[in-house]
């Protein structure tokens, strides 16, 4: 299985509502395209008034990555949306295969 790492840094303010188009609109969506296992967002405090996020999707090859970020698997997938919330994020997003797990 694969990780899809990636992570952008957002005024807290702005975290509700990155949150609910997660929710609304990117997670749906992946729960359709075969392969796909699983997302999370993670987040952690940066400053008082800023956060950084970091979204950690696993799938079961990368493939399966294709269906969703065709034709650059390592291409970050950011909606104009989503970027608006956010001072800066990653335009490139990391795989790891994932070894072990409980």
Do not use: G, K, N, S
């Given at each position: 299985?694969?990780?899809?790492?990636?992570s952008a840094r957002l005024p807290a303010r702005n975290l509700s509502a990155y949150r609910e188009h997660l929710e609304r609109s990117v997670f749906p969506e992946l729960k359709s395209i075969p392969g796909f296992?699983?997302?999370e967002l993670l987040a952690r405090e940066l400053t008082h008034a800023e956060l950084e996020v970091v979204v950690l999707s696993v799938w079961q090859s990368l493939e399966s990555i294709d269906a969703f970020a065709h034709p650059d698997r390592n291409a970050a997938v950011v909606?104009?949306?989503a970027s608006a919330l956010f001072t800066s994020y990653d335009t490139r997003v990391r795989h790891l295969q994932i070894l072990s797990s409980v």
């Open positions: 299985m694969i990780a899809r790492y990636w296992v699983r997302a909606a104009p949306a």
